[in-house]
């Protein structure tokens, strides 16, 4: 075996599907980086997925990932750059052969390795799992899953840094998984070259906080940063985020030379506090890690030094989450003009929302913002000057009843010619209906879910 | 003084179902403490009245020079079954910011705070 390098690089090559599809290209290219990262899995995407997959077989994975793959070839295949990437969805096969067919037609099918992490889908076992008394309950509501186990969609454990850490031992260059946190496709690749041991509580938590400062892309490095934003420069060629991890498990945030955006303590701690609970306990399959022990240190221009992390062992249990339909939505948009843009939307919403009552329409649900007044800040917001030049009218339903819900859609339109005056913006058409997926969070025994590492 | 916490914190927000979190930072390490002092559950809370439906959690991050706020009920529903622009609570950070703190004028000369004479 060769020797334990002093750091090893982690990029953030993508923060979710649909990112910027040229990043994976400019990590490699920009500087060295030894693994690429690709996050690809919101809490949403996987139901998508699924239902890509109930449609056709060999879908139900994060097609933007092969060309990403593509795009960064040649660095994989001569400079040994690996992969780590939740890509594969519900179908982490399937996302394998398409990388397999990518490789073979660049010939370097042979000398890539593919790992596939599987085990998470427990879409398959759902019924044996509630038969043998896992309740699966809701975290929020503690209603159990069997309320609506018909209308489930995918239900998925996430998986931690172990698998894929095994799948680097047994030579995976590119490693697939399907449902992993997030954070541990940062930190495997860090325990597996330095080998930390399944109780190293500190080195795990700290590799969990590498994880969690990257694995949103550039929103640690400049993008969506709100101090000082103005002087953040050249956001067009935004620099995405590289760890630069070492054995003791302190690290460095930085970005390739020469990039756009920032990587400074405030950018860093911004994305350390972006969808934090209790920060004392950060809950991931392999630790718990806490976010209070996190020190911060400048180390000149675009670098960041984190240390001093420390993590304690985590529960018996695994998260789950779990898709289901819940009924049906669709918003509709208008926009008013200057003179009295906020009063002449008002009546329409009044308008509209008598109309809706005389059609009969019920709805479990039904919001108004006017955009421009009070859409973010709600009642918050101060009073707008009356001679604001516009004002967009957005009116939401939401309803099991379906026909409702396209009822309401046909409402909208008939506003522009007899409704208010001044009105416009409709250019987009009368507004989708959309069938609602919603998310079920829930725990499960760690001892029932059985992670499988293929080399493929 | 009066100080508008936008110029002493920046923060940003995210969601975990129907509840946001906001997390707030000091702009100066110095100013933490007032922070910390005035920024108080209770105001917090008084301050989204009428726009959450539940409590406010709030945790203390000296090392970060930050407070995290949990707010529960703050996305008509969260994720997908919220009908809100923000669904998902990514600019509830900047309602928070306009929250204003009372500040004793020497103090607020001793920190520099922004608007202090």
New interface residues.
């Given amino acids: 075996m060769s020797k334990t390098p002093e750091v090893i690089r982690v990029a953030g090559a993508q923060g979710f599907w649909g990112d910027s599809l040229d990043a994976p290209k400019r990590q490699v290219e920009g500087g060295p980086v030894d693994y690429l990262m690709f996050d690809y899995l919101a ?2 995407t996987m139901s998508i997925l699924q239902k890509q997959k109930e449609r056709d077989p060999s879908m139900g994975y994060a097609r933007d990932f092969i060309g990403a793959v593509e795009s960064v070839l040649p660095a994989v295949a001569e400079r040994g750059v690996k992969i780590v990437a939740n890509a594969g969805g519900v179908n982490p096969t399937a996302c394998a052969q398409a990388v397999r067919v990518v490789l073979a037609k660049h010939r370097a099918g042979d000398r890539v390795r593919i790992g596939v992490v599987s085990g998470d889908d427990l879409l398959p076992r759902l019924d044996e799992l509630l038969a043998a008394g896992h309740e699966l309950r809701n975290m ?1 509501t503690k209603e159990s899953l069997t309320s609506v186990r018909d209308r489930v969609l995918s239900a998925n454990a996430y998986l931690g840094s172990k698998p894929i850490d095994d799948a680097l031992r047994k030579g995976a260059q590119i490693v697939i998984t399907g449902r992993s946190t997030d954070t541990a496709l940062t930190m495997a690749p860090l325990r597996f070259t330095f080998g930390w041991a399944d109780d190293d509580w500190d080195r795990l938590a700290a590799g969990i906080i590498a994880g969690h400062i990257i694995e949103c892309g550039a929103q640690c490095s400049g993008g ?1 940063c ?2 000082d934003w103005r002087s953040i420069p050249n956001l067009a060629d935004v620099g995405y985020p590289i760890v630069e991890g070492r054995a003791d498990g302190s690290f460095i945030v930085t970005k390739h030379p020469g990039t756009g955006g920032i990587v400074s303590i ?1 950018s860093v ?12 306990s950060y809950i991931t399959p392999d630790v718990i890690a806490d ?6 240190a400048d180390d000149g221009p675009n670098r960041v030094r984190v240390y001093g992390i420390r993590g304690k062992p985590t529960t018996d249990s695994l998260k789950v989450s779990v898709a289901y339909r ?1 009924g049906f ?1 669709a ?1 509709g948009t208008l926009v008013y003009a200057w003179p009295d843009a906020l009063e002449k939307a008002r009546l329409a919403d009044r308008v509209l929302r008598e109309r809706l009552d005389r059609l009969g329409l019920r709805f479990d ?3 108004t ?1 006017f ?1 421009g007044a009070n ?6 917001a101060p009073p707008v000057p009356r001679d604001i030049p516009e004002v967009q009218l ?1 009116v ?3 309803s099991d009843n379906r026909a409702m819900v396209e009822r309401f859609t046909r409402e909208i339109a008939p506003l522009v010619l007899n409704g208010p005056p001044s009105v416009t913006g409709f250019a987009g058409g009368r507004p989708k209906v959309e069938e ?4 079920w ?1 829930a725990l499960i025994d760690k001892r029932v879910i059985r992670p499988n590492v293929e080399i493929v | 003084m009066r100080v508008r916490l936008v110029d002493i914190a ?9 509840t946001a ?1 906001v ?1 707030v ?1 000091a ?1 100066k390490p110095d100013w933490y403490p007032l922070l910390a002092r005035e920024l108080t559950r209770e105001r917090v809370s008084q ?2 009245r ?2 959450i439906t539940g409590d406010v ?1 709030r ?8 407070l ?1 706020f ?1 707010l529960h009920g703050a996305l ?2 969260g ?3 919220s ?4 669904a998902q609570g990514k ?1 509830f ?3 928070l910011l ?1 929250m204003t703190l009372d500040v004793p004028d020497s103090e607020a000369r001793k920190l520099g705070l922004p608007g202090a004479a």
């Avoid at chain 1, 609602?436 to 998310?439: D, G, L, M, P, S």
């Avoid at chain 2, 920046?10 to 129907?18: I, L």
């Avoid at chain 2, 009908?83 to 923000?86: A, P, S």
């Fill in positions: 809490e949403v929020e969506n709100l101090y405030h701690t911004e994305q350390l506090v972006y969808e934090m609970g209790d920060p004392r976010f209070t022990s996190i020190q911060l819940s939505k918003v649900r039904i919001l913002e955009v859409a973010t800040h709600g009642p918050l957005r939401g339903v939401r609602i997926v919603a998310y969070p | 920046h923060a940003r927000s995210g969601d975990k179902g129907d979190n997390g930072i702009l301050h989204f009428d726009v959690e945790f203390e991050l000296p090392n970060l020079k930050a995290n949990l008509d529903g994720g997908t079954l009908l809100k622009t923000d600019v950070s900047t309602a306009r």
